[in-house]
């Protein structure tokens, strides 16, 4: 277990997949994989239930979350950076390994069942009129990410050990990435390996058909449709930006709700917004600007050091929120109270934790990050098209009779 909070939210992996929580969606998100071996689907037909990870970590100042997972025969433990950004999941590989970072764990060792060339799976992880098979008895993969990380390798498949919430353990062979050529990007963290969440069929959570099992009440869950025009990304589509409970005019922000960042990014407009009006909102108060605090991009200094969120919010009293407009009738409001918007540095000053997306190149995205899915259960239900909300008290897993 890493150092800070822990379980700060959690992540429930059914049909109806239930996450939270820098940059590591893809640049080009990869597509149609219609699963894995039709008798692990059977098998998670059959169990109904649901898959509970506990999620280690912080927003600051580790920087990420991660959950473990065990793989192999006999399995080993692995610390995977979590993301419902991308879709590929990768271990660094002793394959043997050209290039590979600093890991908590010995290198994954691959199996011998690989994936062949032909495979659905290879043909979505390759752009549309650039997949050759040079190699036929292996698919050999390359993903990106927006921070300049990337993660060459072959795809292989192995068995993942899964504890059901209802005490029944599985143990399916799934594909997953060897990778034995890694470039570090700026938000490199000392993990094994990514467990992509995305929406495409290339991911993992393709691979799990079962129904859930009353893991949350959903007559207290905020529901708003997935977007049917950015079905790359768990997105709830456009939203309107509002202040206080007061529109802004600032209208149709796109949006997608990422794992795999640590903080919130909003498009330039967006941001220059939030920025002025919290400085509007804190003019006359007792706290300075601290520019001297290189932590994130805007930190203000107290009277004295600030040691939580907490002790901050008697001057950040201003509810920001994200109007969604459901089939044009009525607006979903996903509202960011100060712990979902504010850190408190290693100086003891308060920064905001909402950066500008379009400065690193994030263009017209829009990102729900770590920091503003703390407390909260978020729930991308991939058969029905939906993503909900609903606050938790995330230092209290719920009881469950078995997980991981």
Request: glycine share 8%; hydrophobic share 35%.
């Amino acid at each position: 277990m890493r150092k800070g909070q822990v379980n700060v939210f959690i992540l429930l992996l059914f049909f109806t997949l239930s996450s939270a929580s820098d940059q590591r969606w893809r640049k080009a998100m990869m597509s149609a994989y219609n699963g894995s071996s039709s008798s692990s689907s059977m098998m998670m037909n059959r169990v109904g239930s649901s898959i509970l990870f506990p999620i280690h970590g912080n927003v600051y100042p580790t920087g990420y979350y991660n959950v473990t997972i065990n793989i192999g025969h006999p399995p080993k433990p692995y610390f995977l950076d979590l993301d419902t950004g991308s879709d590929l999941t990768w271990l660094q590989c002793n394959a043997p390994c050209v290039h590979c970072i600093e890991a908590p764990h010995p290198l994954y060792q691959p199996t011998n069942d690989l994936v062949a060339c032909k495979d659905p799976l290879c043909a979505a992880l390759h752009p549309p009129g650039d997949y050759k098979c040079e190699s036929p008895d292996q698919c050999d993969y390359e993903v990106e990410y927006a921070d300049g990380g990337s993660s060459l390798g072959v795809l292989v498949r192995d068995v993942f050990s899964l504890n059901y919430t209802n005490g029944i353990r599985l143990s399916p062979r799934l594909a997953l990435g060897c990778g034995y050529d890694q470039i570090p990007g700026t938000s490199n963290h000392p993990l094994d390996g990514i467990l992509g969440l995305g929406r495409g069929k290339s991911s993992i959570v393709a691979d799990f058909f079962s129904s859930g099992d009353g893991v949350y009440d959903s007559s207290h869950v905020t529901w708003t449709p997935m977007s049917q025009e950015f079905t790359r990304y768990y997105s709830p589509g456009s939203a309107e930006f509002h202040f206080g409970g007061k529109a802004t005019g600032i209208k149709n922000l796109i949006v997608i709700f990422d794992s795999g960042s640590s903080y919130t990014y909003l498009n330039s407009q967006a941001y220059q917004a939030v920025t002025v009006l919290l400085k509007k909102e804190l003019s006359g108060r007792s706290l300075k600007e601290a520019p001297e605090d290189q932590t994130l991009p805007l930190c203000w200094k107290g009277r004295k050091p600030f040691r939580s969120v907490r002790d901050a919010k008697k001057y950040f009293k201003t509810v920001l929120s994200l109007a969604f407009t459901n089939s044009g009738r009525r607006k979903t409001q996903f509202e960011l109270h100060p712990e979902a918007y504010l850190i408190i540095s290693n100086k003891g000053n308060v920064c905001l934790g909402i950066l500008n997306g379009t400065q690193v190149g994030l263009q017209n995205l829009n990102v729900i990050g770590d920091i503003s899915m703390q407390d909260r259960m978020v729930i991308y239900d991939n058969e029905k098209q939906v993503i909900g909300w609903s606050p938790a008290n995330c230092d209290n897993l719920p009881r469950f009779r078995s997980y991981m």
